[in-house]
């Protein structure tokens, strides 16, 4: 299929028609420059021990509302991608849990349920009422536990910690309270490991994208329609696409980081859509990573138990001079046609 072919838009986009979504680092990262001073040895130990550990120190993200409004519009709902200039970038799970160093692999996390969900933590704490266990509720719990040592205190903390990650960072809706369909989750720390959650924040953000992505155009080639807000983890969805071509942001890549989320928090995003649509429609292929490809540090992602031995490595190191080869074949190929 041919690239997305954008109309020139009627009128210019802005703060008050831009896609926004409801992923604001600023709420997480605020409370926890409060907290984490007052957690006690055991409630670190225990927050670290689960699959969302190396979130507790997340930076501020901002949010670039420009850079996800003009991606929106590129998105090709029967290819399953965006396209950047002549490339096909297709949307997957794999590449998207290396932005947050969440597993892709293990046991299904279940979004939506249709029956009835029951969960110790929702009954003890939100009377039961999953609704009632929004961001600012849960904030509240998280206070008054905090630095508390005894073996449920440490328990309860954990999963209320997890919980507002969730409803602030993961998967934020509309009212800031958790899907239904993850209270039962919260029960058992032990287990959650076991789940395959940068699938499940991949399959919770992918949802909206098709009906999000008609709008966006619909506005571009009217100019009527307000602003729509989108689920999920939408900051992440950002930096996949940098990841996937920085040129969107500048010719230099910053140094990896581990989640690669980490290695956007302080770069500069270009405010303007039409800036950004003309990038992404001239992309070169060699400005562009079709497929991210894990880091030693990043196989447990991808292939859980993975051996991190020296064969794994070298396949590696051979794939990526394959790809830089490719790359210059390219490059020049691009040369020579435009004489």
Not at 212 to 238: F, P, Q
Not at 242 to 252: P, R, T
Not at 297 to 312: K, M, N, T, Y
């Amino acid at each position: 299929m041919a690239p997305i072919k954008t109309k020139r838009r009627a009128h210019a986009v802005g703060p008050k028609n831009m896609v926004n979504g409801r992923c604001y680092f600023s709420h997480f990262v605020n409370f926890m420059v409060t907290l984490v001073p007052l957690l006690s040895h055991e409630q670190k130990v225990r927050i670290t021990g689960t699959p969302f550990g190396h979130l507790l120190g997340l930076p501020y993200i901002k949010q670039s509302r420009p850079v996800l409004d003009t991606l929106l519009s590129f998105w090709d709902d029967e290819e399953e991608g965006f396209w950047f200039g002549k490339v096909l970038v297709p949307f997957v799970g794999s590449d998207f849990a290396l932005i947050l160093g969440l597993s892709a692999t293990g046991d299904e996390v279940e979004l939506h349920s249709k029956g009835r969900v029951t969960s110790d933590l929702i009954i003890r704490f939100f009377e039961g009422d999953h609704k009632k266990a929004n961001r600012n509720a849960v904030k509240s719990r998280l206070q008054f536990l905090v630095g508390k040592s005894g073996q449920q205190d440490v328990e309860d903390f954990t999963k209320l910690w997890v919980l507002y990650v969730f409803v602030t960072i993961l998967f934020p809706t509309i009212h800031y309270y958790v899907p239904k369909a993850l209270c039962s989750y919260l029960d058992d720390l032990d287990r959650l490991g076991s789940y395959s959650w940068g699938l499940a924040v991949f399959a919770f953000l992918r949802q909206q994208i098709p009906s999000v992505a008609d709008s966006v155009r619909s506005r571009n080639i009217t100019g009527k329609g307000s602003a729509k807000y989108m689920d999920g983890c939408t900051v992440a969805l950002v930096a996949w696409a940098v990841e996937h071509a920085n040129s969107l942001v500048g010719s230099q890549r910053p140094t990896f980081m581990y989640p690669r989320l980490l290695r956007w928090s302080n770069v500069s995003f270009p405010r303007k859509v039409d800036v950004i649509s003309e990038i992404m429609k001239n992309l070169k292929r060699y400005q562009v990573i079709e497929k991210l490809e894990p880091r030693e540090e990043e196989l447990h992602i991808l292939s859980r138990g993975r051996p991190r031995d020296v064969a794994s490595i070298e396949m590696r190191r051979d794939d990526a001079l394959v790809k830089g080869l490719q790359n210059i074949f390219n490059v020049c190929t691009e040369i020579l046609q435009s004489f």
